[in-house]
């Protein structure tokens, strides 16, 4: 078999990618381990940039966003027992969607299929070869049977844990990353959010986000020891926990529930550089990972994405390598902002073990500085609703 574009991964980098190019008129395929189902099976993310939202639409797959999808104009930051409103769209024009990284999973392969697009789950032994020549292909397994798909490009959209940056060669690659030493205990519940936006919490015990699916279903997210296991977070001792770290009105407002999802995530930065390998690119989690605290990882794998698929436009439109050749730099230069913005709400908002007394006040000045600052609103609120593409 063979394509323009081989993308190994349908996660929303894929996939997005995929759309892209097929709107573009170039040809790809996408190979993925997993089923459809273990892929929508995943919680993840849950808020949308502009720019996210701007991609699903260009692709013909943002339909049902825009219909259930809720729009958010602010945020707020709670800390020394009250809430402060960050009024985002009042500084930047720009707002946020709160639509779960399912639901634009499903819209992306809805619109695949309904292209006729070439997806190949359950594909075993997944393989970039001779991505450093201009004859790269992919080789991969299904129902036992070795298959070799022959490409002019491979996008290594398959997440953190993928084949595509394993297979660079160590001294191609430079790596950094930050691996924080706590771990977020995240629940939904069928249950209507504690408040309009989304909540923030600073708090002596740890840092609480309150954020939702929808208006019947919600989110959170408590900051607990790495080592932890859901098995010791029964629902009655996270709803606990939240309330002692909410101020009274949240907690007054709270409504509990079952939780239909439990799970503990790990927190860390990563970047991989570069992100162009000869004719093999990374997008996506493939090439860096955030804490969620910014809700950057969904919205940087769309950027990528964005910026990949006009590279491979320009390159078969008009024979030009220049799009492809600045790939990386360009990439990495918004995936830097948004490692830094996430590190530094990561920072600013969690309770490090070492941080002492000393580190505590600062944080509270720095959130208190925030508050009261239009400056300092506006400098997260344009980091928040996505910097420009
Ligand atoms: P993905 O990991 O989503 O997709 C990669 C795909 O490649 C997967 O389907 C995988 O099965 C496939 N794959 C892997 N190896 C393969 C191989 N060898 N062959 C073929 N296929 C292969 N971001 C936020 O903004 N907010 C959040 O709250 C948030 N919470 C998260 C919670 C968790 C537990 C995790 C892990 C991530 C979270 N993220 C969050 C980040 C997340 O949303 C990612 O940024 C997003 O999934 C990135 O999408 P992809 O790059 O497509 O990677
Ligand atoms: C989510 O809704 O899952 C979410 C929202 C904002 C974040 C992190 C997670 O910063």
Redesign the pocket.
């Known amino acids: 078999m063979r394509t323009k574009v081989a993308i ?9 990618l995929g759309q892209l190019l097929h709107a573009y008129g170039i040809d790809n395929v996408i ?4 089923t459809p189902d ?2 929508l099976g ?6 949308l940039e502009e720019g996210t939202v701007a991609l699903l639409d260009e692709v013909g797959a943002g339909e049902r966003a825009h219909r259930e999808g809720l729009v958010h104009e602010g945020i707020e930051l709670a800390f020394g027992g009250a809430r402060h409103r960050i009024a985002m769209k009042a500084a930047t024009g720009k707002t946020v969607m709160i639509y779960g ?1 399912t639901e634009v ?1 499903l819209d992306l392969m809805n619109a695949r299929k309904a292209a006729g697009l070439t997806s190949i789950y359950q ?5 970039p070869h001779d991505f450093d020549t201009d004859h790269p292909r992919v080789s ?1 397994r299904r129902d036992g049977v070795a298959h070799e798909l022959a490409c002019d490009f491979i996008a290594g ?8 940056r394993a297979s660079v060669k160590a001294s191609a690659i430079q790596t950094f990353e930050r691996i924080y030493p706590f771990g ?1 205990l ?1 629940i939904l519940s069928e249950t209507p959010p504690v408040s309009h936006e989304l909540i923030y919490s600073n708090h002596a015990r740890g840092f609480a986000l309150c ?1 939702m699916r929808s208006t019947h279903r919600s ?1 959170y ?1 408590l900051q607990c020891p790495l080592e932890d296991r859901i098995e010791q977070w029964p629902d009655d001792r996270f709803w606990d926990e939240l309330k002692r770290r909410l101020d009274r009105k949240a907690v007054d407002d709270l409504v509990t529930g079952p939780s239909i999802e439990k ?1 503990i ?1 790990p927190l860390r930065s990563f970047v991989a550089e570069p992100m162009r390998f000869g004719r093999m690119f990374l ?5 860096h ?2 804490p ?1 605290t ?8 769309a950027s ?1 994405v964005h910026y990949l698929s006009l590279a491979f436009r320009e390159f078969y439109d008009e024979r030009s390598s220049a799009g492809i050749d600045g790939y990386s730099a360009k990439a990495l230069s918004r995936v830097w902002k948004a490692v830094r913005f996430s590190w530094w709400m990561t920072s600013m908002l969690h309770k490090f073990p070492d941080q002492g007394e000393f580190g505590a006040r600062i944080q509270l000045a720095e959130l208190d500085y925030l508050v009261s600052s239009k400056a300092a609103s506006t400098s997260l609120s344009e980091n928040y609703v996505g910097l420009p593409y």
């Open positions: 190994i991964g349908a996660g929303p980098a894929g996939l997005l190979l993925e381990r997993q273990y892929v995943r919680i993840r993310a849950g808020l990284q999973t594909a075993a032994d997944v393989m991969y959209c398959d997440g953190s844990h993928g084949v595509s977020w995240g954020t989110r997210y799970s995530a997008a996506g989690d493939a090439a990972i955030v969620p910014g809700a950057k990882g969904l919205n940087l794998a990528d």
